[in-house]
């Protein structure tokens, strides 16, 4: 089975929300304490998605935030060295600054983030930095649920979501569950469900679902057949190493497997599934395909260092594939 997307759009996808810097451990198997040296990389969720949907070769704009300074200035020229389209980062002129995103590794198991998410400026998106035009030139327009963690972004999103629906462009919402953005799971769940309920894509972690239902434990059946009820036609469960889920509104159900490697890390997993995931289905692909197309560039970033830098070409997604046919 195929997803249908608004063929007549100049750009496949345009992503709204966080771009930020990644500082990776260059030292190993120790604690961050004892850690002194960092790597730097363009980080974030949907800055993520972006570059590696472009890597993969499809147009791609974003939407987002960034400080006027050096870190701003990186960002927006890594994302336009990749093939991202930059016309729409908005220059922040309040002195807001970019989200850092310390990490340990302290082996494959054993990896934790510690973030700087104070007055971020990706944060700072306003309703009227949307660009009505820009936005509706897109087959599809990717969310991610940080974005909704406070205002005036969170408006800002949502102002898009109603863009999106007037223009026929395909809505995906990638959870993207950040705790130390939140101030509640009660907030959360309020946001999550008004965003998931308007979308057309929904893809997240089994964990993020239940912050989205708040509640622990929570079933795949049940969430799809709630959220079935609103606009959702796709929601993509993923279960880690147990591999992922695929639900569509006529009922079918896919199932696609998780692909050994040897991990380095455990962070960026998420980014990369959902850039690979969607550029099958842009593509045309099916969506047993899709569900390979992620779980194999997953599998790929977590055995290497960065999370924006490692994501895969589709040579390297089709060898990992064939290999573990």
């Known amino acids: 089975m195929k997803y249908a997307f608004n063929e007549t759009k100049k750009y496949d996808a345009i992503a709204v929300g966080r771009a930020c810097i ?25 800055a993520n998605i972006a570059i590696g949907m472009s890597k993969l070769g499809l147009n791609v704009g974003f939407i987002g ?19 991202v389209d930059t016309s729409e980062m908005i220059v922040d002129t309040e002195g807001h600054k970019t989200g850092l995103a310390f990490t340990e590794i302290k082996s494959p198991e054993e990896c934790s983030i510690l973030m700087y998410r104070d007055q971020v400026a ?17 087959k599809a327009l990717v969310i991610s649920g940080t974005a909704l963690a406070q205002s005036p972004s969170r408006e800002a ?57 708040n509640q622990v434990g929570g079933e795949n059946d049940a969430t799809v057949a709630a959220l079935f009820v609103h606009t959702p036609d796709l929601i993509v469960i993923k279960h880690g190493v147990e591999g ?31 850039s690979a995931f969607l550029y099958a289905l842009l593509k045309g692909e099916t969506i047993e395909t899709a569900l390979k197309f992620g779980s194999a560039s997953a599998s790929i970033v977590v055995s290497k260092h960065s999370s924006s830098e490692a994501m895969p070409t589709v040579a390297e997604i089709e060898n990992l594939i064939a290999a573990q046919v």
């Open 65 to 83: 935030k960034i400080p006027d300074d050096q870190h701003g200035r990186f960002i927006t020229n890594y994302m336009k060295n990749v093939g």
């Open 244 to 274: 992922s889920y695929a639900y569509t509104k006529s009922g079918e159900v896919f199932r696609g497997k998780a692909y050994m490697t040897k991990v380095l890390k455990t962070f960026g997993a998420g980014d990369s599934y959902a």
């Open 157 to 213: 999103i949502l102002k898009a979501v109603q863009l999106a629906h007037k223009h026929d462009v395909t809505i995906v919402f990638e959870l993207d569950y950040r705790p130390y953005t939140w101030k509640s799971t009660e907030e959360t769940a309020v946001y999550y469900r008004l965003v998931a309920e308007q979308a057309n894509i929904v893809i997240g972690t089994r964990d993020e679902f239940d912050m989205l239902e």
């Open 122 to 138: 990706d944060l700072y998106l306003q309703p009227d930095e949307i660009n009505e035009a820009y936005l509706k030139e897109t």
């Open 22 to 46: 990644d500082l990776n451990a260059v030292e190993y198997n120790r604690p961050m304490e004892d850690t002194m040296t960092f790597s730097k990389y363009v980080g974030g969720s949907p």
